[in-house]
């Protein structure tokens, strides 16, 4: 049983009295911000390494679906001869 001045102490928490229990959230706390910052710089090269360039691929792609309907594949009615 943890004595009412420990948990005093550790903030009115009693699981949180002693210095074993202490160290251990301390590290947890450390592992949760490693955790954190690493998931951070993924997000980070993700959106470097990966979607901006699906972006311009996709950018280019649509591009040469315009190019096509315009240019290569002309619509009926821009075929159409106006009669006179």
């Known amino acids: 049983m943890v ?20 160290t ?7 592992d949760i911000a490693a955790i954190l910052a690493a998931l ?18 996709n950018q280019y792609e649509q591009s040469v679906a315009k190019y096509e309907q315009e240019v290569m594949y002309l619509s009926p009615r821009s075929t159409r001869r106006r009669r006179r």
């Open 3 to 22: 004595s009412p001045d420990a948990a005093e102490s550790s903030g009115g928490w009693p699981w949180c009295a002693g210095d074993s229990t202490d």
């Open 24 to 30: 251990s959230q301390r590290q947890f706390g450390v």
């Open 40 to 57: 951070s710089k993924m997000q980070s090269l993700m959106t470097t390494y990966i979607a901006a360039p699906l972006k311009t691929i």
